[in-house]
C-alpha cells in the first residue's frame, strides 16, 4: 500500500531537525512519497533543497496568499529560477486567497495568485491552491484565467462548490479537518467520489482526530485514510490505490 502526502511543510522547525525520522516514520505507516510545499520564496528554496535530498520527498514552489504583500519585484523571477532548478518540483504552491485572516489585501493576494498561475502555465507545471472563506472569488479567478490542472488544497466546503470545482476539472484534497467532529467537508468527502481527491496533512498544522492540537506529520495521512475507509465502507487500500494513482498522475510522478 502507498500513501502520498501531497501537502507538507516539513522546513517548520518541529520536523527539519529530524527530517530522516519524520520521513522513516511515514515509510512505516504506507506514506511513501511527501510534496512539501513553499509558502514564500526562502521556504520554497527549502523546499526544493529537501525534494533534492529525499528521494521520495517532491517540491512546490510559491507565495502564500499572507505572504503575497510581502513580495519583492523579482519573485515571479526567483520562483521561476527554484523550478527551473531541479527536476522535483512538481507543482507552483501554495498560492490562493485567505478571507478568514485577510493578512494581506484582498487585491493584493488577488494580483500575486493571478501572476503565479502565469508562471505555472509558462512551466507547464499544476498549481496547489489555498482557499479559505474565498469560495465565490477563487471560482471567478479559476473560471476567467486558463490553467494546466490545479488542486483545491485543504478542501473544506461542502458537496455544492465540490462539485463546481469538479466540473472545472480541478482535483480536491482532503487533510485532517475532515476528521474533526462537525467537518464542513464531510458531504464532499462522502460523495465526490475517489476519482476526485487526494490526501494531505498540511503539516505541522490540522492534525487529524484523535491528535487534534499536537504537531502533524506526513505519517498522519493514514490515519485519514483510515477514517475515510470507515466513512466511505471500503478498505483502506481502495483509499490508498485511488488517491495515490490521482496524485501521481497530477504531478507527473512515477
Ligand atoms: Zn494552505
Ligand atoms: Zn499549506
Redesign the pocket.
Known amino acids: 500500500m502507498i500513501l502520498i502526502d501531497t501537502?507538507a511543510?516539513l522546513y517548520y522547525d518541529s520536523m527539519c531537525d529530524r527530517l530522516d525520522d519524520v520521513i522513516g516514520d511515514a515509510a512505516e505507516n504506507h506514506v511513501h512519497k511527501i510534496v512539501c510545499?513553499g509558502?514564500d520564496v526562502a521556504s520554497s528554496k527549502q523546499s526544493v533543497d529537501i525534494a533534492n535530498h529525499y528521494e521520495g520527498v517532491y517540491a512546490a514552489v510559491g507565495v502564500h496568499p499572507h505572504d503575497s504583500n510581502d513580495v519583492d519585484s523579482n519573485y515571479i523571477k526567483e520562483l521561476e529560477h527554484l523550478a527551473s532548478s531541479s527536476k522535483k518540483v512538481v507543482s507552483i504552491g501554495?498560492i490562493g486567497i485567505d478571507h478568514y485572516r485577510n493578512l494581506s489585501p484582498p487585491d493584493v493576494q488577488r494580483k500575486v495568485m493571478i501572476e503565479q498561475m502565469e508562471l505555472a502555465n509558462s512551466l507547464n507545471l499544476p498549481i496547489i491552491f489555498?482557499n479559505r472563506d474565498a469560495d465565490d472569488e477563487i471560482f471567478n479567478v479559476l473560471k476567467e484565467h486558463t490553467f494546466n490542472r490545479a488542486l483545491s488544497?485543504c478542501f473544506s466546503s461542502d458537496i455544492v462548490f465540490a462539485n463546481q470545482l469538479v466540473d472545472l476539472n480541478i482535483l480536491l484534497s482532503f487533510s485532517g479537518n475532515v476528521t474533526f467532529k462537525n467537518s464542513s467537508n464531510r458531504s464532499a468527502a462522502e460523495n465526490i467520489g475517489l476519482d476526485n481527491f487526494v490526501l494531505e496533512t498540511?503539516c505541522p498544522f490540522l492534525s487529524p482526530h484523535p491528535f487534534r492540537g499536537k504537531p502533524n506529520e506526513p505519517k498522519r495521512v493514514y490515519d485519514i485514510a483510515l477514517y475515510l475507509s470507515e466513512l466511505l465502507g471500503i478498505s483502506i487500500e481502495e483509499i490508498a490505490d485511488a488517491t495515490s494513482k490521482n496524485a501521481m498522475q497530477f504531478f507527473n510522478i512515477d
Open positions: 501537502h511543510h510545499i509558502t501554495e489555498h488544497h498540511d
